[in-house]
């Protein structure tokens, strides 16, 4: 501030010489004015000379306290030490000073010192970090020289940290966040610089970290690794592209369907693809640029896109579908078939129920019960009497035991008291027993549903105590007795 | 408006005879009263000469709890002395010191200050508690002549005071404090207020000097963090 000030009293002396220029009785006194401001100016600018001397050594005081606290033994001192780290001292050079204390230091200082650096947010310790994980193998050092990287790293450190991912799961965990966090647009190109040296399982947990850092300009990059000859590296590029792709990247993941193992991959391809579709704002035509990147393949890659266009759903989709349906080709119908057993919602219930009714072939049969089990209770604008009542219709056409413990299971995504009412029968049959108590607790799971019918519950609670052989039946069944709840496993994402 | 008198004179007749548990609602032209002098100076000096004439009469303790709460409210110099000479009455003195916190004028303090030198025990911790609310700076001489008191309760309570007053001449007298042991956790907790207070109005070196008193070796390890922290706020601090 003085600084300032001193600069605005130049400019006042210049103005006050123009004064004087100006009026001929003032120029008598003209030297001794000019002398007095002089004057001032300079007390003012030693003034700040004197303050930013004191400002200095204060800091120097500051920093030597630190250092103090930091190198000590006793751990609460050293967070405060830790604190002035974080958020005090706010200069270049003593981020510096801080971050040369780090090889004197013990493992657990170094530690909370990394930690304070990456809060502290000044790159200017990143040479520091680098020079330090050359020179320890110790392990949680390493770990929080690697996540100090996240907020003081640049893009160089990024093969650094690719290595990481193939160390020990804390270094590796410490790695990938530090690879998500890196700020920069240059990081993306880095990351793909190195991905192409990776082994499968790295390219795989790399295109993971493009995609939670949304770098949309690495998705031709997601395309081409979606048709890579590891199904690692495929699998991983199509769940990168569900995560960011929309509708213009739909053509080039078709290539990605197609290439996928039937089955688990082909599943999950077809699911990205759908992903992708849905970002499209317009409902209507969500399934557009799917049925255009159809229209170029040969008749046996659209016989698995069809599929695939099914889950997509939609008036566009379901004229196409019916036209495989109703065509001559036994191979198409099939195809035509799945794709309509593979819509997303109960619209087509309907258009299933009457193929089932014309339909010879048991795998057939099969396929098309299985699509009615799965649609019937989907959540939506029915009523839930009537997706029950479509549950129990399609429970009359299952034959098999297997499909009758499909409908009891699925019976539970109508959460309402007619459905326990329903499903009480079924704990009674050894056969479907255990789906039926699974289903109980299921409901009973939701308190909203529990509370108000707590007689009827309390009771269906007690039949499954009594019957289930399911150790996390019983164990639900008993918590939600007394008005407890429990807690779902969590399922990881690569499950 | 002769309405409004009417039930005034009524219920300051109720007060006479008002005991905890009797009906309030007999009182509520006196509420009504509080609300509407507020803008006319005379109606509430004239309001408040009635309350002081309750409470220089013989009626219940109850009765005059609730004019010193009122008075709280509206009180004026002309309070004073009637509240000062409830302050060395045991079962009134909290009561007095409620309204003689509240009331701005000079003389309430010195009312307050006065009464340190005639009341003791629990009555003074009061006192004291009372000029440490009221952030009376001119008291400090003599609530620091309290520090060194025999009865731990009434050095405990200087020691606050001066903490809540948190000039320099309080942290002062604080620093120079030798209280007996057991007011000494209370002396620190009020030297870091005063230092607290310093660091807040940018008085670093002021602050500082505290701080560096409380972090030697025989201040309790807490009290240490908290002046090593201190410093470091002070250093952090620009000049």
Known sequence: MPRTE??????????????????????????????????????????????????DNQQDELIKMVADLISGEDKDFRAVGFESVRSGAKSAEATRHFAALLPKLSPESQIGLLSALADRGDREARPALITLISMTQNEAIREAILRAFGTLGEAA???????????????????????????????????????????????????????????????????????????????????????????????????????????????????????AC??????????????????????????????????????????????????????????????????????????????????????????LLAALIRVAPLPDERPNQERLALLEKTLLLCQENDDRNRVIERARAIRTIETLRFLLPFVENPVTSEKACGSIVELAHHRDLREPNKLEFDKALDIVLATSKNAESLERAKRYKIGQTWERPKVTSKQ | ?????????????????????????????????????????????????????????????????????????????????????????????????????????????????????????????????????????????????????????????????????????????LAAAKPIAAAMSIVIDSRLACAEAFLAQGKMEDARAIYMLLVGESNPKLIRLAATRGIQTCLEQKR
């Not at chain 1, 599929?307 to 379901?318: A, I």
């Open chain 1, 6 to 55: 001193a600069l605005e009293s130049v400019a006042l002396v210049t103005k006050v010489l123009a004064v004087v220029k100006r009026n001929p009785q003032y120029r008598l006194n003209c030297h001794r004015i000019v002398i007095a401001l002089v004057a001032i100016v300079l007390a003012i600018m030693l003034l700040d000379w004197r303050l930013a001397v004191a400002d």
């Open chain 1, 157 to 275: 450190d990024v093969p650094v940290l690719v290595k990481s991912l193939s160390a020990s799961q804390r270094e590796r965990t410490a790695s990938h966040i530090s690879l998500k966090q890196l700020q920069g647009t240059e990081i993306a190109n880095a990351i793909l610089a190195v991905l192409p040296t990776c082994s499968a399982e790295l390219q795989s947990d790399l295109l993971e970290i493009l995609a939670d850092r949304r770098e949309t300009t690495t998705m031709p990059v997601m395309i081409q690794a979606a048709v890579n000859k590891d199904a690692i590296v495929r699998t991983a590029a199509m769940r990168a592209l569900s995560k960011i792709a929309g509708p213009e990247q739909v053509a080039g993941m078709v290539c990605g369907v197609l290439r996928a193992e039937t089955g688990r991959e082909r599943d999950e391809a077809e699911r990205a693809i759908v992903s």
């Open chain 1, 278 to 367: 849905l970002r499209n704002p317009d409902v209507t035509a969500q399934a557009a640029p799917l049925i255009q990147a159809m229209q170029g393949l040969a008749a046996a890659d659209a016989a698995v896109i069809v599929g695939t266009l099914g889950r997509v759903g939609g008036p566009d989709s379901l004229q196409i579908v019916e036209t495989w349906i109703k065509d001559s080709d036994a191979g198409k119908q099939q195809s035509g078939l799945r794709a309509l057993c593979n819509w997303p919602n109960a619209s087509i219930v309907p258009r299933l129920l009457e193929l089932f009714q014309q339909a010879d072939l048991p795998a057939t049969r099969a396929m």
């Open chain 2, 1 to 173: 408006m002769a309405d409004d008198a009417a039930k005034l004179d009524s219920a300051c007749e109720a007060l006479k005879a008002y005991n905890w548990g009797a009906d309030k609602n007999a009182l509520q032209p006196i509420e009504d009263a509080i609300v509407s002098t507020s803008s006319d100076a005379a109606a509430r000096a004239a309001l408040e000469a009635r309350l002081i004439a309750v409470l220089e009469s013989d009626v219940s303790r109850d009765a005059k709890d609730y004019v010193c709460r009122a008075l709280a409210v509206i009180g004026s110099t002309a309070s004073v002395p009637s509240l000062a000479t409830l302050l060395a009455k045991e079962e009134l003195s909290h009561m007095a010191r409620f309204a003689l916190e509240r009331i701005p004028s000079v003389q309430a303090a010195d009312a307050l200050r006065a009464a340190l030198a005639t009341v003791s025990g629990d009555l003074k911790v009061g006192v004291l508690s009372s000029l440490g609310n009221r952030g009376d700076a001119a008291s400090v001489t003599q609530i620091a002549a309290a520090l060194g008191d025999a009865d731990s309760k009434v050095a405990a309570a200087a020691a606050a005071a001066l903490g809540s007053i948190r000039t320099p001449e309080a942290a002062k007298a």
